[in-house]
């Protein structure tokens, strides 16, 4: 079984990095952060000081970073990666990114004879830690199948978007849809309760009429309607409101690159930024539930 290098053991690359433990390759990981390393050393990784010692002897290296130029700092310049990884390294970046930075990395990797692809995913802390992710991969038919040999043991989904970058850019539109939804979500509940209907009625409703989402059918964001999701825990993350607000601003970005209309969007991230403003942005990204009972008329 081959060796893995796993950089960014943080709130999803832990339990990834864990569930390739589990599948049998032997791992080798690095984190700025050392405390972040101390769940997978338990489950028998062995944790390095560098990215310079983390690559030596790996057959792939996985990446999961905050942001775009984490990744770049990562992979590019004189002591980044990709000048000290061996020949036949292949190389996975499953950080949510601009779809630009992964598209200089895979063109700065294969100008060095390497084979990198993006792998961004949806499914959060939970997928990861149940090896339930959807991967999302961008690059060169031959790269997803070689990523999909690895993914497949972290996620239960691996979808080949495109070209690289592309796996980043539908992860994109996908989060675009998805603080879309939630606004929605949160603005029609609160509508109907504020008119005197029962959210868990009115849920029951529009779960079986035209309404129907996915915010509504498995994350409903008013307290107490459905058990274990965080509306029904304080909103405790799942999936943070600054990283919808994160995931927005890319939207964003990428709609001023491509000249596209994106109104809805551009609104669902202002309601993040003001939400996040007041205090909000540790908690799950369903409690923009509360910002819209806050707006009640005295
Ligand atoms: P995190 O902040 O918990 O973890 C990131 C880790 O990277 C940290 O431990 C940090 O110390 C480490 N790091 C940063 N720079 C580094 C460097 N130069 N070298 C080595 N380590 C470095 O973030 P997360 O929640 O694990 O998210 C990681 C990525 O996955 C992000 O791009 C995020 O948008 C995406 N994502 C997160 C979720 C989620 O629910 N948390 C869901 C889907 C996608």
Not at 86 to 112: G, M, Q, W, Y
Not at 239 to 255: C, H, I, N, T
């Amino acid at each position: 079984m081959s060796t893995i290098a796993f950089i960014g053991l943080g709130n999803m690359g832990s339990p990834m990095a864990e569930n390739l433990l589990t599948a049998g390759y032997s791992l080798q990981v690095f984190d700025l952060d050392s405390s972040a390393t101390q769940s997978v050393e338990q489950h028998g990784a062995k944790v390095f000081s560098s990215i310079e010692q983390v690559v030596q002897g790996a057959d792939v290296v996985i990446t999961m970073l905050p942001a775009g130029q984490h990744v770049r700092a990562v992979y590019l310049g004189k002591s980044g990666l990709l000048n000290l990884v061996s020949n036949n390294t292949f190389l996975i970046d499953s950080s949510t990114i601009d779809p630009e930075s992964a598209r200089v990395v895979a063109f700065e990797a294969s100008a060095k004879g390497l084979d990198f692809v993006d792998a961004p995913v949806s499914g959060g802390v939970a997928g990861a830690k149940a090896a339930t992710l959807t991967f999302i991969v961008g690059g060169t038919d031959s790269g997803f199948d070689k990523a999909k040999s690895v993914l497949q043991h972290m996620g239960k989904n691996v979808f080949h978007a495109g070209k690289a970058g592309d796996g980043q850019m539908a992860k994109i539109c996908n989060n675009l849809l998805l603080g879309i939804l939630m606004s929605g979500t949160c603005e029609a509940l609160n509508l109907g309760i504020e008119n005197g209907l029962d959210p868990k009625v009115l849920s029951d409703i529009m779960l079986q009429s035209s309404g129907r989402n996915w915010a509504l059918e498995l994350y409903n964001p008013c307290p107490g309607v459905m058990d274990n999701v965080p509306s029904s825990n304080q909103f405790q993350p799942g999936f943070m409101s600054k990283l919808m607000l994160k995931d927005l601003g890319l939207g964003m970005d990428a709609a001023a690159q491509s000249q596209s209309a994106i109104p809805m969007g551009a609104l669902a991230r202002n309601l993040y930024a003001m939400h996040n403003a007041n205090g909000n942005e540790q908690l799950d990204f369903s409690s923009l539930f509360e910002f819209y009972q806050r707006q009640q008329k005295s």
